[in-house]
C-alpha cells in the first residue's frame, strides 16, 4: 500500500513539475534586423531585436543589447520597418449599407449574422488590423465574437464594442423593427443594459447622418436632458461614450455634458473644434464615408440615388471639418465607418483612411500615431498597445519602407503579428 502512495506522489510530482516548466518556459520569438518606427517622433531604432513570450513583447533594444535565447524562434526582418498592429474605431461587423446588399440581407437569421461578423472579423485582422472598436452592431453579436476571439474559437482583431447604438424615434438609425430610446429615463436603462451585457463603450446617436434619412445631419436631435443623462449614467459605471455627430449644436451639448468621442463630425465648426481640443474629446473623422474614394463603391453595391446625394453634399464640409481638426490639434483616433479591410483604391479602406489624413494636413507620422498609439490611448488601453514595447502585446505589422516618410507604405504589409501569432506571412514574397 505505502508503494502504492509513493507511486501516486511521485506522479503528482512529475506532473506538477512539466506543468510548471510549461508555464515557466514559454516559447519565445526574436524578431530581428528590423527597424523599429519611433512613434514619438524620435530617430528610428535600426538592426533592433524584439523578444516577444506568448502573447506579450518582453524586451526591444538593438542587436547585442538584448539577449537572445538559444530555443528563440527567429523572424528575420532585415531591412524592414516594424510598427504596432494597426486599429480602427469606427467598425460595424454586420454593416448594411443602402442598396443591393441591403436587399439581399433583409432575411438574415441571426445565426447568419453571427458567421458573416466572423468572417468580416478573420478579414480585417489578415489586413493588419489588430484592434478595433465597435460603434453599433446587432443582437449582441458582436459581444459573443469578442469572447469567441478571446478564446481563440475563431481569429480576429481585439474587440472593443459599444453593442447595441442608441437611437431616439425618427432621428438617424431609427428603421422598421429597431428599438427606440426617448426621454432621459429610457436612454439611461438602454445604456445600464448595453453595460450589463458587456458593451466597452455607450453609443448614442445626437444628430441626423448619412447612411439613413432619420433626421437633419446639422440638427442636435437628441435634447440635452437626454444626452445628460445617458453620459452621467454610463461614466458612474467607469464606461465611455461616443456619439454619432455631424453637427455643431448637437457637438457642443454634448461636450458639455462630458461626452468622451465624437464620430463624424461632418458640418463641424472651427468653434467647437477648439472647444474639443480644450477638452480632450476625441474625434474619429471616417473622411472615407464621404469622400471620392468610395464613390466607386457605393455604386457597385447599388446605393440609391438619394444616399449618393446626400454624400455628396456632405463631402465638401467634412473635408473642410477635418482640415480645421488637424490644424487645431484635436485628439483624431482613425475610423472607418467601412469594413477595415475593403478593397479601396488599390489598398484597405483603413490605410486610405490614413492617406487622407496626410491630404488634409497630417504628417506621415501624425497619421500612423492616429492609427495606433492615439488610438490606444482613446481606447485607455495604452498600456496594453498602440506601440513596440515591452510588457505590451505583440500586435505587430512587419512593412517594406518607413510609414513615417510615406504613410502609403502602410499599402506593403509584409507580416501581421497578433499576440505574438503570426497570422500573415509574405517575408519570402
Ligand atoms: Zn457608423
Same mark, same amino acid.
Given at each position: 500500500?505505502?508503494k502504492?502512495?509513493? *507511486?501516486?506522489?511521485?506522479?503528482? *510530482? ?6 510548471t ?6 516559447s ?7 527597424t523599429?518606427?519611433d ?14 513570450? +506568448?502573447?506579450?513583447?518582453t524586451a526591444?533594444?538593438?542587436?547585442g ?7 528563440a ?11 504596432? $498592429? ?8 454586420g454593416?448594411? #449599407?443602402?442598396?443591393?446588399t441591403?436587399?439581399? #440581407?433583409a432575411?438574415?437569421?441571426?445565426a447568419? !449574422?453571427? #458567421?458573416?461578423?466572423?468572417?468580416? *472579423? %478573420?478579414?480585417? =485582422? ?7 472598436? !465597435? ?7 458582436d459581444l ?5 476571439i478571446?478564446? $481563440?474559437?475563431?481569429i $480576429? ?5 459599444s453593442?447595441e447604438?442608441?437611437?431616439i ?13 426617448? /426621454?432621459?429615463?429610457e ?8 453595460i450589463? *451585457?458587456?458593451a466597452?463603450?455607450?453609443k448614442? =446617436?445626437?444628430? /441626423?447622418?448619412?447612411?439613413?434619412? /432619420? ?6 436631435l ?8 445617458v453620459?452621467?449614467?454610463?461614466h458612474?459605471?467607469?464606461?465611455k461614450?461616443?456619439?454619432h &455627430?455631424?453637427? &455643431?449644436?448637437a ?5 458639455d ?7 463624424? +463630425?461632418?458640418?463641424?465648426? %472651427?468653434?467647437t473644434?477648439r472647444?474639443?481640443?480644450k477638452h ?7 473622411i472615407?464615408?464621404s ?5 466607386p ?6 446605393s440609391?440615388?438619394?444616399?449618393m @446625394?446626400?454624400r ?7 473635408? @473642410?471639418?477635418l ?9 483624431i483616433? =482613425? +475610423? ?6 475593403a478593397?479601396?483604391? /488599390? ?7 490614413a ?8 504628417t506621415?507620422?501624425?497619421? !500612423? ?5 492615439q488610438t490606444? %490611448?482613446? =481606447? ?11 510588457g ?7 512593412l517594406?519602407?518607413?510609414?513615417g516618410?510615406?504613410i &502609403?507604405?502602410?499599402?506593403?504589409i509584409k507580416?501581421?503579428? @497578433? +499576440?505574438?501569432r503570426?497570422?500573415?506571412? %509574405?517575408l519570402?514574397?
Amino acid at each position: 500500500m505505502k508503494k502504492f502512495y509513493t *507511486a501516486i506522489i511521485f506522479t503528482i *510530482a512529475v506532473f506538477l513539475a512539466t506543468a510548471t516548466q510549461a508555464t515557466e518556459t514559454p516559447s519565445v520569438t526574436a524578431v530581428i534586423g528590423g527597424t523599429i518606427v519611433d512613434l514619438e517622433g524620435k530617430a528610428p531604432l535600426p538592426d533592433a531585436v524584439i523578444l516577444i513570450e +506568448g502573447e506579450r513583447i518582453t524586451a526591444v533594444g538593438k542587436a547585442g543589447d538584448v539577449a537572445i535565447p538559444a530555443s528563440a524562434e527567429i523572424i528575420d526582418a532585415t531591412g524592414r520597418w516594424l510598427i504596432p $498592429g494597426l486599429m480602427n474605431m469606427h467598425v460595424h461587423l454586420g454593416l448594411k #449599407l443602402p442598396g443591393k446588399t441591403e436587399a439581399e #440581407l433583409a432575411n438574415e437569421t441571426e445565426a447568419e !449574422l453571427a #458567421l458573416r461578423m466572423a468572417d468580416n *472579423a %478573420r478579414k480585417i =485582422l489578415l489586413a493588419g488590423i489588430t484592434t478595433i472598436r !465597435l460603434t453599433g452592431e446587432e443582437k449582441h453579436a458582436d459581444l459573443a465574437l469578442r469572447k469567441a476571439i478571446a478564446k $481563440g474559437q475563431t481569429i $480576429g482583431p481585439r474587440i472593443f464594442s459599444s453593442g447595441e447604438p442608441l437611437a431616439i424615434t425618427g432621428g438617424h438609425g431609427s428603421e422598421k423593427g429597431k428599438t427606440y430610446y426617448d /426621454g432621459p429615463y429610457e436612454l439611461i436603462k438602454a445604456a445600464r443594459k448595453e453595460i450589463s *451585457a458587456g458593451a466597452d463603450w455607450i453609443k448614442i =446617436l445626437i444628430s /441626423g447622418g448619412i447612411a439613413t434619412n /432619420g433626421g437633419d445631419i446639422a440638427q442636435a436631435l437628441m435634447t440635452p436632458e437626454e444626452i445628460n443623462a445617458v453620459i452621467d449614467a454610463a461614466h458612474r459605471f467607469g464606461t465611455k461614450v461616443t456619439a454619432h &455627430s455631424g453637427s &455643431s449644436a448637437a457637438t457642443n451639448i454634448a461636450i458639455d455634458a462630458g461626452i468622451d468621442c465624437i464620430e463624424h +463630425g461632418y458640418f463641424l465648426d %472651427r468653434k467647437t473644434l477648439r472647444k474639443m481640443q480644450k477638452h480632450g474629446t476625441w474625434l474619429v473623422p471616417t473622411i472615407l464615408v464621404s469622400q471620392p474614394a468610395l464613390a466607386p463603391f457605393f455604386i457597385e453595391i447599388g446605393s440609391p440615388e438619394w444616399y449618393m @446625394k446626400r454624400r455628396e453634399s456632405v463631402g465638401k464640409q467634412h473635408w @473642410k471639418a477635418l482640415q480645421m481638426a488637424i490644424k487645431e490639434g484635436v485628439n483624431i483616433g =482613425l +475610423g472607418t465607418d467601412q469594413l477595415p479591410s475593403a478593397p479601396t483604391e /488599390g489598398t484597405t479602406a483603413t490605410v486610405r483612411e490614413a492617406e487622407y489624413y496626410v491630404e488634409a494636413g497630417m504628417t506621415p507620422l501624425q497619421a !500612423l500615431r492616429s492609427a495606433t498609439i492615439q488610438t490606444a %490611448r482613446l =481606447l485607455d488601453a495604452d498600456k496594453d498597445m498602440g506601440s513596440l514595447a515591452a510588457g505590451k502585446y505583440a500586435d505587430m505589422l512587419v512593412l517594406d519602407s518607413d510609414p513615417g516618410k510615406d504613410i &502609403s507604405a502602410l499599402r506593403h504589409i509584409k507580416l501581421v503579428m @497578433k +499576440g505574438g501569432r503570426v497570422y500573415q506571412n %509574405r517575408l519570402n514574397q
